[in-house]
Nanobody
């Protein structure tokens, strides 16, 4: 199971950290990712952290502003979001996969575990 938390209402330029706690997984072996879905839009990839000390991946629009990092001892993955913009407003979902390959890292179909989502709202 995945449990996301930490969302809220912030102003443009603020920072926010959201977290996802995993249970029932051999956490360190899983690729952990964040997706988001804005009102009226499809869910899109945000960032991913490959398991076993693998690579990091980011969507172009968040590069340099967001950072994904994991704590394998606590079975959590975090998304530090800096310099937030109104267009970052969305429900953020964490996802997990043990088998996703790099070329599929941005495809939501590649992930078989999903959290319930946490709302992030950025006001202008």
């Amino acid at each position: 199971q995945l449990q996301a938390s930490g969302g809220g209402l912030v102003q443009a330029g603020d920072s926010l950290r959201i977290s996802c706690a995993a249970s029932g997984l051999t956490f360190r072996t899983y690729t952990m990712a964040w997706f988001r879905q804005a009102p009226g839009k499809e869910r899109e990839f945000v960032a991913a952290n490959k398991g076993n000390g693998g690579s990091l991946f980011y969507e172009d629009s968040v590069k340099g502003r967001f950072a994904i990092y994991r704590d394998n001892a606590k079975n959590t993955v975090n998304l530090q979001m800096n310099n937030l913009k109104p267009e970052d407003t969305a429900v953020y979902y964490c996802a997990a996969s043990r088998t996703v390959i790099n070329t599929s890292i941005k495809r939501e179909q590649a992930y078989n575990y999903w959290g319930q989502g946490t709302q992030v709202t950025v006001s202008s």
